[in-house]
């Protein structure tokens, strides 16, 4: 039962425009959402994260936004790079308590073209 | 910032014969670490939980005695997947929590089971 959701397997961006990626989720105990950045055959690596009390968080060149009542997500990349280019996953936990496992979407495979 | 090292990054074995994964922390202690499976174009799925001197918790449809995790000290997780069948074969991945709060992952193992 797939409780975060990527229903964009794929994006393609030119460089310099903005990389809009979507998540959506169904369990709403989920209070913890994080964004992960992964190449093929290497582990995920951390770029943002966002708790349930907040909207938006924003580091650099990346903002996540959320809405809780729609239960939605979304991760924006500004200006977006040709080094952007990976599979973004997201994912989302009961609580920001490292203790929990994380649940995690399919990915959105992101291509930034020059 | 907290490292695990994941090893081996590439093992191709037999059917029916065993392969052990390692996973050590190497400049913090890991309390818990996470074990996630993931299939071509699918989540990372997690697998087992374990805390260091406990037994693992398997989610459900997780084989116990197939995939045996060890966490018996605060810096090495091991995942031996027993008696490989060609089904087995995917991309193994370990996750500790920090203690901040965040999580820092393995490179990951891919297994092919020949």
């Known amino acids: 039962d797939q409780q975060v959701k990527q229903n964009s397997p794929s994006l393609s961006v030119q460089e310099g425009r903005i990389s809009i990626l979507n998540c959506d989720y169904t369990?709403?105990?989920?209070?913890?959402f994080l964004w992960y950045k992964k190449y093929p055959a290497e582990g995920p690596t951390f770029l943002i994260s966002i708790s349930s009390i907040k909207d938006k968080n924003e580091d650099g060149r990346f903002t996540v936004f959320l809405n809780k009542s729609a239960k939605h997500l979304s991760l924006h990349i500004v200006p977006s790079q040709p080094g952007d280019s990976a599979v973004y996953f997201c994912?989302?936990?009961?609580?920001?308590?490292?203790?929990?496992?994380?649940?995690f979407g399919k990915g959105t495979s992101l291509l930034v073209t020059p | 910032g907290a490292v695990v090292s994941q090893h081996p990054s590439r093992v191709i074995c037999k059917s029916g014969t065993s392969v052990k994964i390692e996973c050590r922390s190497l400049d913090f202690q890991a309390t818990t670490m996470f074990w996630y499976r993931q299939f071509p174009k699918q989540s990372l799925m997690l697998m087992a939980t374990?805390?260091?001197?406990?037994?693992?918790?398997?989610e459900q449809g997780v084989e116990k005695d197939k995939f045996l995790i060890n966490h018996a000290s605060l810096t090495l997780s091991t995942l031996t997947v027993t008696s490989a069948h060609p089904e087995d074969s995917s991309f193994y991945i370990c996750?500790?929590?920090?203690?901040?709060?965040?999580?820092?992952f393995g490179s990951g193992t891919r297994l092919t089971v020949v």
């Open positions: 369990n709403s105990m989920f209070d913890y």
């Open positions: 996750s500790a929590s920090l203690q901040d709060g965040g999580y820092t």
């Open positions: 374990s805390n260091e001197g406990s037994k693992a918790t398997y």
């Open positions: 994912a989302a936990s009961p609580n920001s308590n490292s203790g929990y496992a994380l649940n």
